[in-house]
Each structure stands twice: as structure tokens, then as C-alpha cells.
């Protein structure tokens, strides 16, 4: 098996009540990648600016990341600025500058076209048919968005919806693309509209999938402090992929626990500022997480 995973390597600034974290390594990409590193070796796709550290590079390299797909273009990285409410689900962005992201027009090496997994994490949905045009044969195209594009390019969305099969999206983007304020009949609507699996982020709730013969919920891993939330759902997709990767079934059980590890490691990201979390865990951390989840939640 093998992972694509297209998506962004950022600079994040981020307020939260209790402190701020000024231009912190961040990004769709980076949470997704070393989320997935846990279980297999993804193949990243993104473009940094002369301005990111080359150190961190390294790092993602020493967790079997495969940069091939990275370029570095003259110019300066794509920053967010984001202020978090004492209420970790409300969040308000102050800032994007997409810098070197603005023209990006992602190509795979040679190497990454045969992949039978591919995530196409927070893209521009006009993006999406150049670069599935350019895979072989993906078993599973999965994706996820933001609100900017739900409101800025709804029809685009809706075309990009028919071509995937996995969906990720949080419960508000749920109900936006939905246009239905009840989670479950909003889910159910996605479906519709062409994914296999549509998988709902709920933060601190945890997640539900909706397929076409099931509906699964699965509660968030218990953590009595949210340092910082950013990247977890990203962490999740990736996370979720990469076991389904590992494994090489796509069945409703594998499905179920893709879920709960998604679960496990977004709970390792909210604990600290950024990816340092996720740097500092070991697989051994992840298979405890998951274990203490399945007797946590096992009657």
C-alpha cells in the first residue's frame, strides 16, 4: 500500500487565553504526515518558502516522511494567525497569507502516481482533477475543506464531492455543504452527493462515519486540558489513513478502528502548542492510547 498526502506546510500563529505562539511550524500537510508516519510511510506534496527551516525537513524525514513531493520556491511560506476562545471550538482567523501556496499547482514525482491512497488535505477543489489526473489507479481518494472554499467555491466543491471516497469534514462544514442544521440528516445529505464515507469531526465530542449501510460514533479520548487545538482534525485524517494504509482493507471494521485511532492521535496534538506532541510520541504511546481507549469504552 501507499499514502499521497497534498497539503499545506505553514507557519501558525496562535492565541489562545493562556498564551500565544508566534509562527510555529504548522500546516494541513505537516499534522496529516506525521500523524500517518505512526502506522505507515506517506508521501508528502506541499511547497515552503527560502523562509522555512530546513532542520524541520530533516525531522520529518527521520519519521519516514518522503519529501520528494516538496518543493521550495523563492518567496515566503504560507502563514495563518488564529485566536482560540476559552472555548476551544470557537476559533477566529485573523490572517492567512498564502505567499508561496497562492500559484501552487501541486505535480506528483513519478514515484507517488501509483499510490492507492491519496488525501487531498484543505486544497482548492478546482485543484483537485489535475492532480488525480496525474495518479494511476488510487483505491481511495479522500479530502477534506475548510469553510473558505464552502462559501467561496460551493460548485467546485460539490463536482470535487462526486469523485472521492472518504470525506472528512467537521460538524459545522457538515451542515454548511448539508445546508441541514441536524448532524445526522446533514451526514446522511454528503452521502448523497457521492463519497462512500463521510467522516464528521467533532473536536472535544469525538466523530461520527456515516457509510451506506452504517452510522458510527466514537467518543474523543479524554484530556482534562486543551492546550491547543490546531491541526488535531488534520492529525485525525492523517492518522485514520495511515492505518487503512497499514492494513490494505477498507472494510467497515477497519473503518471503525481507523476511527479510533484518528481519535487517539488528535488527542496526542491538542495537548501542545504546534507538532511538538506529535514529535515527541512513540508508536508504544499510540498502542497505549488506543488500548486505555478500548477498555475505557468497552461494556
Request: aromatic share 10%; glycine share 8%; net charge positive.
Amino acid at each position: 500500500m501507499s499514502l499521497v498526502i497534498v497539503g499545506s506546510l505553514a507557519f501558525d500563529t496562535i492565541e489562545t487565553p493562556w498564551d500565544r505562539r508566534e509562527k510555529i511550524i504548522g500546516g494541513s500537510g505537516t499534522y496529516a504526515a506525521l500523524a500517518a508516519s505512526f502506522f505507515t510511510r506517506p508521501m508528502l506534496v506541499s511547497v515552503v518558502g527560502r523562509d522555512f527551516p530546513r532542520k524541520f525537513l530533516d525531522k520529518l524525514r527521520e519519521r519516514r516522511i518522503d519529501l520528494a513531493g516538496v518543493r521550495v520556491k523563492r518567496g515566503k511560506t504560507l502563514h495563518w494567525h488564529g485566536r482560540y476562545a476559552h472555548d476551544p471550538n470557537v476559533r477566529t482567523t485573523l490572517k492567512t497569507e498564502l505567499n508561496v501556496l497562492q500559484d501552487f499547482k501541486p505535480v506528483l514525482p513519478e514515484s507517488y502516481r501509483r499510490a492507492e491512497i491519496v488525501f487531498l488535505s484543505n486544497l482548492d477543489p478546482e485543484n483537485h482533477d489535475f492532480i488525480l489526473r496525474q495518479l494511476s489507479r488510487p483505491k481511495i481518494v479522500a479530502m477534506d475543506t475548510i469553510r473558505y472554499w464552502i462559501e467561496n467555491k460551493p460548485l467546485a466543491l460539490i463536482q470535487a464531492l462526486q469523485k472521492v471516497d472518504i470525506l472528512f469534514v467537521n460538524d459545522e462544514e457538515c451542515r454548511l455543504i448539508a445546508r441541514e442544521l441536524n448532524l445526522i440528516r446533514a451526514g446522511k445529505n454528503l452521502l448523497e452527493k457521492g463519497p462512500r464515507v463521510v467522516v464528521v469531526k467533532k473536536g472535544e465530542h469525538g466523530a461520527m462515519l456515516f457509510g451506506k449501510n452504517f452510522v458510527f460514533g466514537v467518543v474523543a479520548n479524554p484530556c482534562e486540558q486543551v492546550v491547543d487545538p490546531t491541526g488535531a482534525g488534520d492529525a485525525f485524517a492523517g492518522a485514520f489513513l495511515g492505518y487503512l494504509d497499514s492494513i490494505g482493507r477498507f472494510h467497515q471494521r477497519e473503518l471503525r478502528r481507523a476511527a479510533v485511532y484518528g481519535n487517539v492521535v488528535a488527542s496526542l496534538v491538542i495537548e501542545d502548542f504546534g507538532v511538538d506532541s506529535l514529535l515527541r510520541a512513540s508508536e508504544l504511546e499510540v498502542i497505549r492510547r488506543y488500548n486505555d481507549f478500548r477498555r475505557m469504552s468497552k461494556f
